[in-house]
């Protein structure tokens, strides 16, 4: 593994010192085409030549290389969310957080690999075969966002775009070593992500440290008209607010991130964050919220009622491969059989069924009433603290194969970060040691509109 | 809640999905356990109140749309997009 040399913030200074803005994004650009650990997706290089001449050399990103995870619109690239289904689609137009980027000097330099429409923790779900953890290639990188987390802990990018729904940002943060921020959801324009499940989406970035992650997260933030659930409210300072310090600020450790199933490794490197963030003032108290024991089931029954709905335009006509049929009913059938891979369907087959005559009552409306619930026992718990922390994930990076026969054994890896999905709270993975060799991740859960106090927590952890 | 690969097949159906025969008795016990897992939710006192400010609501007014989207189209005529057949005529 090669180390990441230099921060985004280091490299924007040097082009905006009058260093070539180009240098780094064409070395990046080399290295995603060679797609090491199967972290990249096809990427139209021609496209690079064309930012770089046309780079902003004065912004906050200029000359930053950054890499795209599949399923974020860029006109002209491919956007093929690792899916069959989906081969042969290029976007008409581009996201507004990718716009954002590039109009402070960003050089998107290739898109990464991922699972199927984001579906899974561990990027073996796509259908271009799985992503390997830069740190031990043995291992998953994480997932959905697995590719992007690659691109950056294998220093190929200081800066790569995931998306979140569940933790498909935080959790593979966390296996790979660096820092994963999800903004508090509406933060960040939805316009251009592919959507999975529209109430908990929301782009986020892969970062080195908090500060760059703050600065990338604070440049696409923002209220877009183009995005209906987009948010008002101003953004601030976040990389400002990464000095802030801890002092005064009470922090609640999460009860019920200490139980069953976390590795004891893990366990061992959250309570040396805890204690290091009481040695540098912070008031820690212990904290325990019961309903955040359901958010994975909540989460497992409203996501893929979303997705079901989401899922359903996508009919095999004009992308993918064209299924041989007699009549239009059997062409859908055949096609999206044959063009969203085992994971994408079973989460439809259970989304279809959570939403069915005589069954919603029973599973989708009370996964709804657990969500207020849960949303309204965080909430009341934050005005008690500033902050809850608890262990990212369970356990370090899994071995590739080792919970893919088994899907709810992989969906229980993100059973610690749905709370703050399902809440639409900011939350943040930062590193925080070694368990095994591997990293651990400690995450930090805000306030809603909040990220300022979750990344001056989080600074003071790395 | 138990599946078996009839109810599958339903919900394939539904789904406009087509699933092959294996996979439906597959798929019963892989959507039997996960279902079996989210009936914890019988446990749990919900709530009604909706969730303050997940979402908020932009104003419903048309826009114009977006012309290239049309011309993503394999075939077009004006504004109208053409679809190679999929049901053949007597």
């Known amino acids: ?462 | 809640m138990r599946f078996d690969a009839a109810t599958v097949q339903e919900l394939a159906g539904l789904a406009r999905l087509e699933v092959a025969p294996e996979r439906a008795t597959a798929l019963a016990g892989e959507l039997s356990r996960i279902v079996t897992y989210v009936e914890m939710l019988a446990a749990l006192e919900g709530i009604d109140e909706g969730r303050p400010g997940a979402t908020p609501r932009r104003d419903d007014v048309a826009r114009p749309g977006s012309p290239s989207l049309v011309e993503l189209a394999a075939g077009r005529d004006a504004d109208v997009v053409r679809l190679p057949r999929v049901v053949e005529t007597e």
């Open chain 1, 1 to 462: 593994m090669t180390p990441p040399a230099l921060t985004a913030r280091a490299m924007a200074a040097a082009v905006r010192g009058g260093a070539d803005p180009g240098a780094w994004a064409r070395a990046a650009a080399d290295r995603a085409a060679a797609n090491p650990w199967n972290a990249f997706r096809p990427f139209h290089r021609d496209a690079v030549e064309a930012q770089i001449a046309g780079a902003n050399r004065a912004g906050r990103l200029a000359g930053v290389p950054v890499v795209l995870k599949d399923n974020l619109a860029d006109e002209g690239q491919p956007c093929g969310c690792a899916s069959r289904i989906l081969e042969g689609y290029v976007a008409p137009y581009t996201a507004t957080c990718v716009a954002r980027l590039r109009a402070e000097g960003a050089i998107i330099v290739g898109r990464s690999n991922m699972d199927e429409f984001a579906m899974g923790s561990s990027t073996e779900n796509s259908a271009h075969g799985p992503a390997r953890n830069p740190l031990d290639e043995s291992r998953v990188p994480g997932g959905s966002s697995g590719g992007s987390a690659a691109a950056v802990a294998g220093g190929v990018v200081p800066i790569a775009l995931g998306s979140e729904t569940g933790g498909s940002v935080r959790q593979p943060a966390s296996f790979c070593g660096i820092v994963g921020l999800k903004p508090t959801y509406g933060r960040i324009s939805r316009h251009g992500l592919v959507a999975f499940a529209s109430s908990l989406d929301i782009v986020s970035p892969f970062a080195l440290d908090t500060r760059d992650a703050a600065l990338v997260a604070e440049v696409m933030a923002g209220h877009d008209p183009l995005d209906s659930t987009s948010l008002r409210e101003p953004v601030g300072d976040w990389e400002g607010a990464c000095d802030g310090g801890v002092s005064g600020l009470r922090v609640g450790v999460l009860a019920e991130g200490e139980g069953e199933g976390v590795e004891p490794g893990v366990a061992a490197r959250v309570a040396e964050a805890v204690e290091s963030l009481s040695r540098q003032g912070a008031i820690v108290s212990r904290v325990s919220i019961p309903s955040t024991r359901l958010a994975l089931a909540a989460y497992y029954v409203i996501a893929p009622a979303e997705a079901s709905s989401n899922l359903a335009r996508f009919d095999g006509l004009r992308y993918g491969p064209r299924a041989a049929a007699s009549t239009l009913a059997e062409l859908y059938l055949r096609g999206r059989g044959q063009g969203f891979g085992p994971e994408v369907q079973r989460r439809i087959l259970l989304g279809t069924f959570a939403l069915s005559a005589g069954w919603a009552e029973e599973y989708y409306v009370r996964a709804q009433r657990a969500r207020a619930r849960i949303t309204h026992d965080m909430e009341a718990a934050l005005r008690e603290v500033d902050v809850l922390v608890s262990p990212t994930s369970p356990t370090v990076a899994f071995k590739l194969g080792d919970r893919a026969m088994e899907p709810l054994a992989m969906y229980l890896a993100d059973i610690l970060t749905v709370p703050a999905s399902l809440a639409g709270l900011p939350a943040v993975s930062v590193p925080c040691g070694m368990s095994e060799g591997l990293p651990v991740g400690l995450q930090v859960t805000g306030r809603r509109n909040d990220e300022a106090t979750v990344l001056r927590v989080a600074t003071a952890v790395g």
